[in-house]
């Protein structure tokens, strides 16, 4: 035993320095975390830590794999030993950039969170900033990958490539599909010329409104009124025609649009469905000052059509903005449909006239005898 350790005492004390020094390095690595994760309670309350948790993960994993490495020094001759050196750097440099780019990413999404809460609370717009943190934060990731790539030889030309000034685009280009880089270049084009931003009420067909939560390197999210989130493409939110009920004036003209039958009192449903119009609580005086002085309505009712069955009555109500006009409408088709029974204004149903020629009339006549003799 005591040649044994005469022989190997060299490894032995080797391989206990690589094991201390292991051991140090995860019990710094606990010591960091735990003082990180306690400052960032602090200043965040209820959020969970992902990051640092993720880099104590990284850490603890990198030191495990480096001594073990380093331990097989022990068992390989010294013309090994240049490559396990080069493979124990590479290792290590690693392990390094996965570290930083997990606290870039962190640092610069952080810095974009205060900035957005701060024009939040400020009552200012936030489309841009948060469009730009993911562009942001995809370019940390983009640096680290290629900053990794650099430390493989068979990688380092196309990372040197990207790495240019028009490598950039030209590696996206070349890895990303047409519809990408369409959902990409439409975010852009969103970010700039803001026909929309992130707390707008929008609406691209009846099946899609409701008000813009988010926009993303690829797609904008609405959030309907059925509280159901839908995700559109940049491309095709920038193709279709849209309708944005927060740009500009807020004030919403609101169509009430009913049909009465012919027999009923035009003037007296007129009357009726201005009356419930300006007794809501959500109408809005939109007259000119020459209007007023006129002595015009609040809310203009006209005959705009006489159909098969019905006549066509409409009202226009103004409401202060879109949800209010929308609340406004429900509840006036119910508020008139029901003065309209008090009243005896009726709301018909569609009729049809048959007409049936003589031997049509004949030929239907046998047959309901033939069914009664049947019967």
């Not at 080797?14 to 019990?27: G, N, P, S, T």
């Not at 790539?149 to 996206?172: D, H, K, P, Q, Y």
Request: aromatic share 10%; with cysteine.
């Amino acid at each position: 035993m005591i040649e044994f350790l005469t022989t190997y005492k060299v490894a032995i004390l080797y391989a206990i320095a690589v094991v201390v020094v292991v051991l140090l390095l995860r019990f710094l690595t606990k010591l960091f975390h735990n003082w990180l994760e306690k400052r960032f309670r602090k200043k965040h309350h209820g959020e969970e830590p992902t990051t640092i948790h993720l880099i104590q993960k990284i850490l603890n994993a990198l030191w495990i794999v480096l001594g073990i490495m380093a331990l097989a020094f022990i068992f390989i001759d010294e013309e090994q030993h240049k490559i396990a050196r080069k493979n124990f750097i590479l290792v290590l440099y690693l392990g390094i950039v996965a570290v930083i780019t997990l606290v870039a990413a962190s640092v610069v999404q952080t810095w974009f969170l205060r900035k957005i809460k701060e024009k939040t609370v400020a009552n200012q717009d936030t489309t841009s900033y948060k469009f730009l943190q993911y562009i942001a934060v995809f370019g940390v990731y983009f640096i680290g990958g290629l900053l990794i790539l650099i430390a493989f030889e068979s990688m380092r030309s196309f990372a040197a490539t990207a790495l240019g000034g028009a490598g950039v685009l030209a590696v996206v280009a070349g890895v990303a599909s047409q519809e990408a880089l369409s959902n990409l270049v439409g975010g852009l084009f969103i970010i700039s010329f803001k026909p929309f931003k992130i707390g707008d009420i929008i609406k691209l067909d009846e099946t899609m409104v409701g008000t813009v939560t988010d926009i993303t390197l690829r797609h904008t999210i609405i959030r309907n009124y059925e509280n159901k989130m839908i995700v559109i493409p940049n491309s095709v939110i920038n193709k279709e025609k849209l309708i944005n009920y927060d740009l500009g004036d807020r004030m919403c003209c609101q169509w009430i649009e009913i049909g009465i039958s012919y027999d009923s009192d035009i003037d007296l449903a007129k009357h009726i469905m201005r009356e419930e119009c300006e007794d809501h609580t959500n109408l809005i005086d939109n007259r000119s000052e020459l209007d007023k002085y006129n002595n015009e309505k609040k809310v203009a009712v006209r005959v705009i059509s006489l159909g098969d069955s019905a006549v066509t009555l409409h009202a226009w109500a103004w409401a202060s903005n879109f949800t209010d006009a929308f609340q406004m409408k429900c509840d006036l088709y119910e508020s008139i449909k029901k003065r309209f029974d008090r009243e005896g204004i009726s709301i018909p149903f569609p009729h049809r006239t048959m007409v049936f020629k003589e031997n049509q009339l004949n030929e239907l006549k046998d047959q309901l005898q033939q069914s009664k003799k049947e019967d």
